[in-house]
Nanobody
Framework: VQLQASGGGQVQAGGSLRLSCTAS????????VAWYRQAPGKQRALVASITAGGLTNYADSVKGRFTLYRENGKNSIYLHMNSLDVEDTAVYYC????????????WGQGTQVTVSS
């Protein structure tokens, strides 16, 4: 199982970015997939997740600004990030979890998002 993350970069505050995460080697449609982020000196924290059924969950700090959706036909999830703030600067990691019939828990390589004031 592999996850390929892309879409990070540098943007000014108030700008937008879209992160993509594509999986291979797994039955993607049954997975819960998520984005986490880790800022310097801080622990990795959940940004947003989406279940196999399409239910989404967002960190309070990104609600109303970030939107996560999935395209099972492309084995991918996309995180649209609007109204970016310097506090959103972090390395963003994609995570995929399957709990049945066999547990799978895989991380992507991370992509840097830098928001400047």
């Amino acid at each position: 199982v592999q996850l390929q993350a892309s879409g990070g970069g540098q943007v000014q505050a108030g700008g937008s970015l879209r992160l993509s995460c594509t999986a291979s080697g797994v039955i993607f449609r049954i997975a819960t997939v998520a984005w986490y982020r880790q800022a310097p000196g801080k622990q990795r924290a959940l940004v947003a997740s989406i279940t196999a059924g399409g239910l989404t969950n967002y960190a309070d700090s990104v609600k109303g600004r970030f939107t996560l959706y999935r395209e099972n036909g492309k084995n991918s999830i996309y995180l649209h990030m609007n109204s970016l703030d310097v506090e959103d600067t972090a390395v963003y990691y994609c995570n995929l979890v399957i709990t049945y019939p066999k547990r799978v828990d895989v991380w992507g390589q991370g992509t840097q998002v830098t928001v400047s004031s």
